[in-house]
RNA sequence: GGGCCGUUAGCUCAGCUGGUAGAGCAGCUGACUCUUAAUCAGCGGGUCGGAGGUUCGAAUCCUCCACGGCUCACCA
C-alpha cells in the first residue's frame, strides 16, 4: 500500500462500512449478459418510445469512470472491455437499499441488472434496479477530463493507462490484430509455427551483445536468444519446409525510442527459394495485414502517408550509397571510404571492414531518407555471415533489408546452405571477435554439422512486429506498443 | 554513456526579479429524482523528487544524486 492519503482512508471507510452490512465488495460473482458497445450499437435505432414499450432487461458489469449524484438518484457511466454506458439508479425504482449507492466511487467495478432507456438528451441509458458491488477501488481515477499524461506513470501504471486513456487500449488491440493476420496468412501458405529455445548456449543469428543467465542444476552460463535464425534453420535441415516463429528477442544494448531489450520478432523461412521470392511474399504479407487491419494501403505516419501500393522500389545498396552522392571511387577501398566517411563526420570503428564501413555511411546518409517501402538488395559478405553469396559476385550476398519511415523494419536473405563456406564465415566471425567486435557471432559447431547432413536451399526472413506496429497505429515510440515497457526501478 | 529539458495536492497544471504554497478536477459535509466537465453552499488536503550549500529568508539561486522525456552514440 502506497502511503495513506485522505482519499484512500475515505475509500477504506466505505469498504468497512460495506463489510459490516454483508457486502464485501471482493467476493461476489456477477455474470454480465450484455456489453456497453454491444448495447449502444444494438440499440441505436431503437426510439425512445420504443425502448418504454419493449421493456428490454440488461446487465452489464464494469467500472465506473463518472457519477453524478443528485441526492435520491444517480447517473454514472460504466466502463467495460468494449466502452462505456451511462446508468441510472433511482431510489425509487433500485431493489437493494439506496444507501449503497452513497459507498459508490469513482473507480469501482459494479454490476447492474435493469431496463434499457432512453433519457432527455437522449442518451441510451440502463435503470438500475439491481447493483452489487464487485470490486472496490481504494485509489481515485486520474483527472477525467486531462486523463493520465505523465508518460512515467503511463508506463510504469500501464493499468491505470488503459483504465482511462482509451485509445492506448485500441493500440494494444490493433497490435493483437497485427499478429492475427501475419500467423492466419502464413496458416493459409501452409507455414507450421514453431517454438525454438529461449535460453541458448551459443547465442547466435544476429550481430549483436546478449544477456547472460545461469542454469544452476547443470551449472552452465546460458544465454537469452538474439534470435531464433540458427534453430529454424535446423528445422529445414529436418524437413520442414515452411516454418515459423513469432516471440521474444533480448539484445543487451541501449534503450531508446525504437529500442526495447526485449522486442518481438517474426522469422519465417521457406524451402527451395531465394530472396528474390521473399521481397513479392513480404509485399504480399504486409499489404494483407495493412488491408485486415486498417482497411487501406496507404497508411498515415507522423507526418507522411506511406503507400504500400506494390510493387515496392529495389536498390542495390551501392546504388543506393551514390543516388545519395558518395562517390563511387570511394567503395572499393577500405582506406579511401574510411576517410571519406570520417569527412562526413560518420564514427568509423577502427580495424572496420570495407563492409563495414559501408554500412556505417549507408545508416547515416541512405537510411533515415527512405521513407517508403524500400528493398535494399545485395549486401557486402562481411556484413552477413549466414546470406548466400551472389554467384556473379561473391563480394555481395543475395539479402535485403525492407525500410520503411527511416527504419529497418525487415532482414532477409537467400540462406547459406554450403556448410563449408559457413565454417569459413564463422571462422572470420570468430577471428573478428579475437580483435575485441563483441557482437561478431561465435562459431556454431552443431549449426554447421546440420548444414553438413544438407538444408536445402532456403530463404528466411526476420520481421519487427513492434516497429511494424508502430507503422500501423502512428507510434512515435516503441514504449507505445510495448505493454510494459524495461524502466528503472522506481526507487534506487 | 554524453547533451538539453522536466519532477509542486490522488490527477492536470499555475507559482515572475528569493519574502511562510495556488487553481480546476477528485475528496468530505449539506441541498437536489433526467445529469453527462451536473449545479449550489461550506470544508479539508503539500517532505514543492532526494541530499547538501548560498542567504536574515529557497518551490525559486548553486552543487551532487534519483527517475523520466527528447536527442546523440550502440543497435533491430
Not at 507450421?192 to 543469428?205: D, N, Y
Not at 529497418?408 to 537467400?414: G, P, Y
Amino acid at each position: 500500500m502506497q502511503e495513506l492519503n485522505e482519499q484512500t482512508e475515505q475509500r477504506l471507510k466505505k469498504l468497512q462500512e460495506l463489510r459490516e452490512i454483508d457486502l464485501d465488495p471482493y467476493k461476489q460473482t456477477f455474470n454480465p449478459e450484455h456489453r456497453a458497445r454491444d448495447l449502444i450499437d444494438s440499440f441505436s435505432n431503437h426510439s425512445k418510445e420504443e425502448l418504454e414499450r419493449q421493456d428490454i432487461q440488461v446487465s452489464v458489469a464494469g467500472r465506473i469512470i463518472a457519477l453524478r449524484d443528485f441526492g435520491k438518484a444517480s447517473f454514472a457511466h460504466i466502463q467495460d472491455s468494449t466502452g462505456k454506458i451511462q446508468i441510472y439508479i433511482k431510489r425509487d425504482i433500485l431493489a437493494e437499499d439506496f444507501s449503497i449507492v452513497k459507498k459508490i466511487d469513482i473507480g469501482d467495478q459494479i454490476g447492474v441488472k435493469g431496463r434499457l432507456f432512453r433519457t432527455k438528451t437522449n442518451e441510451l441509458t440502463i435503470e438500475v434496479k439491481n447493483l452489487v458491488i464487485l470490486t472496490k477501488c481504494l485509489y481515485p481515477l486520474p483527472e477525467k477530463w486531462h486523463g493520465l499524461k505523465d508518460i512515467e506513470l503511463r508506463y510504469r501504471q500501464r493499468y491505470l493507462d488503459l483504465i482511462v486513456n482509451p485509445e492506448v487500449k485500441e493500440i494494444f488491440a490493433k497490435r493483437s490484430a497485427i499478429i492475427k493476420a501475419i500467423r492466419d496468412f502464413l496458416e493459409a501458405k501452409d507455414f507450421i509455427e514453431v517454438e525454438t529455445p529461449m535460453m541458448h548456449l551459443i547465442p547466435g543469428g544476429a550481430t549483436a551483445r546478449p544477456f547472460k543467465t545461469h542454469h544452476n542444476a547443470l551449472d552452465i552460463d546460458l544465454f537469452l536468444r538474439i534470435a531464433p535464425e540458427l534453430y529454424l534453420k535446423r528445422l529445414l535441415v529436418g524437413g520442414y519446409e515452411k516454418v515459423f516463429e513469432i516471440n521474444k528477442n533480448f539484445r543487451n544494448e541501449g534503450i531508446s525510442t525504437k529500442h526495447n531489450p526485449e522486442f518481438t520478432m517474426m522469422e519465417f523461412y521457406v524451402a527451395y527459394k531465394d530472396y528474390n521470392f521473399l521481397m513479392e511474399f513480404t509485399e504480399e504479407l504486409i499489404t494483407s495485414v495493412a488491408m485486415k487491419v486498417i482497411g487501406s494501403l496507404k497508411i498515415p505516419y507522423d507526418d507522411v502517408v506511406l503507400d504500400f501500393t506494390p510493387p515496392w522500389n529495389r536498390i542495390p545498396m551501392l546504388e543506393a550509397l551514390i543516388e545519395a552522392g558518395v562517390p563511387e571511387s570511394i567503395l572499393n577501398d577500405s582506406e579511401m571510404a574510411s576517410t571519406w566517411a570520417k569527412q562526413k563526420g560518420i564514427d568509423i570503428p577502427k580495424d572496420a571492414s570495407l563492409g563495414k564501413i559501408i554500412d556505417e555511411i549507408f545508416k547515416e546518409i541512405v537510411e533515415p531518407n527512405l521513407i517508403q517501402p524500400t528493398f535494399i538488395i545485395d549486401y557486402p559478405v562481411e556484413l552477413s555471415p549466414l546470406a548466400k553469396k551472389k554467384p556473379d559476385n561473391p563480394q555481395l550476398v543475395e539479402r535485403f533489408e525492407l525500410f520503411i519511415a527511416g527504419r529497418e523494419i525487415a532482414n532477409a536473405f537467400s540462406e547459406l546452405n554450403d556448410p563449408i563456406d559457413q565454417r569459413q564465415r564463422f571462422q572470420k566471425q570468430v577471428e573478428a571477435k579475437m580483435r575485441g567486435d563483441e557482437e561478431a557471432h561465435e562459431m556454431d559447431e552443431d549449426f554447421v554439422r546440420a548444414l553438413e547432413y544438407g538444408m536445402p536451399p532456403a530463404a528466411g526472413e526476420g520481421i519487427g512486429i513492434d516497429r511494424l506496429v508502430m507503422l500501423f497505429t502512428n507510434s512515435k515510440s516503441i514504449r507505445d506498443v510495448i505493454l510494459f515497457p524495461l524502466l528503472k526501478p522506481e526507487r534506487a
